[in-house]
């Protein structure tokens, strides 16, 4: 499906995960490459790509990655900020790193509240 339809956001994210978990670094990278390519500005796709090339320690091409996704849009994903704080950790800047996983909880507090925020439907005209 993802091969073929490259624009099936759903899928491809969904792969890219699941091949994340599965360790499975370098075909998650291939998973994404072809719809980041059709939607350049698809946070979640950037943080899979940067994730996977961190998780082989190929930290220079991961912080590409990560800095294209959190320049893609705002506000930036809570995963993306997350792994920011990571890749600051491993670049030696302790403070910087503490103060982007700060902003990382304070993001995903604000995710999950927008997830828990029920619909209300619009009245008909």
């Known amino acids: 499906e993802c091969r073929h339809h490259p624009g099936n956001m759903q899928a491809v994210v969904s792969l890219g995960k699941l091949l994340l978990v599965s360790n499975q670094p370098a075909k998650a990278v291939d998973a994404v490459e072809p719809a980041l390519v059709r939607m350049p500005g698809a946070q979640v796709l950037w943080y899979i ?4 090339l961190f998780n082989v320690q190929r930290f220079d091409d991961a912080r590409v990655a990560l800095d294209t996704g959190l320049a893609a849009k705002s506000p930036p994903l809570a995963d ?46």
């Open 80 to 125: 993306l900020l997350m792994l920011n704080a990571n890749l600051l950790k491993q670049e030696g800047k302790p403070d910087e790193a503490q103060a982007a996983f700060q902003a990382a909880l304070e993001r995903r507090k604000e995710e999950d509240a927008a997830r828990e925020k029920p619909v209300v439907p619009s009245a008909p005209q």
């Open 49 to 52: 790509k940067a994730q996977a």
